[in-house]
């Protein structure tokens, strides 16, 4: 199984400023939008897996429940560098882990339903504890901002950059949270590793219950109550 993580002498200018430019990149749109950053190649068949693997892995993709793991994992990265770095799947198959820079900032919204939960962009006091969605009595006001995350895909990272002019602080930093990259990417292959190893895929057929609103003739909904 392939690993991208590997350890750089930190002491080394010429090591670290050697790994960032060799470092492999990927778009962070579309080709046209020529702009990349730091990334990992997770195409199946670049991973070095046994072949039994690698048929199960394909169809495992198509699996809600196993790839919320994988976002999970990639969620836990941008919370940890405060949503300012993310890492999110690129390409036309989803197949590249790219990092990419955000932000947290406050959404605008005011209060939400808990029963359907529609968002709106006033308080309570100013609109009443009636949903416009669903129409129940259950707005409440957000206790605190409510933030939202923000990404940036038009932004490439380290773009044509040398790295003459960098500080060994600001190196190793940088050093830092590529190999972060890197050790994610070897975390999502070990997870999709871990669960075509521990779990079998089945069809379940499932019915969806739903609610919506239609016209009654005047005063027979009255009477049905």
Not at 110 to 121: F, M, R, V
Not at 195 to 201: K, S, W
Request: hydrophobic fraction near 35%; aromatic fraction near 12%; charge should be neutral.
């Amino acid at each position: 199984m392939r690993e991208f993580y590997r350890p750089i002498d930190r002491r080394s200018r010429a090591a670290m400023a050697a790994y960032l430019t060799g470092h492999f990149r990927y778009s962070t749109m579309n080709s046209w939008n020529r702009s990349t950053s730091y990334a990992c190649n997770l195409k199946i068949y670049n991973l070095g897996l046994e072949r039994d693997i690698t048929d199960k892995l394909y169809q495992m993709l198509n699996v809600p429940e196993a790839s919320g793991r994988l976002n999970d994992l990639m969620n836990d990265f941008a919370r940890d560098h405060s949503y300012l770095w993310q890492a999110g799947m690129n390409g036309r198959s989803g197949g590249y882990l790219v990092l990419y820079q955000g932000a947290l900032e406050p959404s605008g919204y005011k209060s939400y339903c808990t029963s359907c939960g529609q968002q709106n962009y006033k308080f309570v006091v100013e609109n009443g504890t009636v949903c416009g969605r669903c129409q129940e009595p259950t707005r409440r006001d957000y206790p605190h901002i409510h933030m939202r995350v923000v990404t940036y895909p038009g932004r490439g990272v380290d773009q044509g950059e040398d790295f003459e002019d960098w500080s060994m602080y600001q190196l190793r930093e940088r050093v830092s949270l590529v190999q972060e990259l890197d050790r994610l990417a070897d975390a999502i292959v070990a997870e999709t590793v871990w669960l075509v190893e521990n779990f079998d895929i089945r069809k379940e057929h499932y019915l969806v219950e739903k609610t919506r609103l239609v016209l009654e003739p005047a005063g027979q909904l009255e009477a049905k109550t």
